[in-house]
């Protein structure tokens, strides 16, 4: 059974830091990009961050300079550093694995992944 698991979500002052983690169970993640993912209150679910297999890294304009993706392929879990949080990051954090092999450049769409965790809850307060 394929699971991915978040955790290292929390509450947090503006400002403060998170480091979010996802643990990949099953089968390897290796060959494919990687990418955060959040959903706040109302909202719809938006793109936050990817990392291909290959390791090229794509952020949304919001989070570039404040957030780090990294992945750890020996551990199967990618990472999502968050820096200089402000409750506009107040959010589900969901990760996801690309639905398609060795894909050179990430993708931002939902629909092109395929396998999601359940989600890590971050809070962050004024």
């Known amino acids: 059974q394929v699971q991915l698991v978040e955790s290292g979500g929390g509450l947090v002052q503006t400002g403060g830091s998170l480091r979010l983690s996802c643990a990949a169970s099953g089968r390897t993640f290796s060959n494919r990009a990687m990418g955060w993912f959040r959903q706040a209150p109302g909202k719809e679910r938006e793109f936050v961050a990817a990392i291909s297999w290959s390791d090229n890294i794509y952020y949304a304009d919001s989070v570039t300079g404040r957030f780090t993706i990294s992945r750890d392929n020996a551990k199967n879990t990618v990472y999502l550093q968050m820096n200089t949080l402000n409750p506009e990051d107040t959010a589900v954090y969901y990760c996801?694995?690309?639905?398609?092999?060795?894909?050179?450049?990430?993708?931002?769409?939902?629909?092109?992944?395929?396998?999601w965790g359940q989600g890590t809850q971050v809070t962050v307060s004024s």
């Open positions: 996801a694995a690309d639905r398609r092999p060795l894909r050179t450049a990430v993708t931002t769409t939902l629909r092109e992944y395929d396998y």
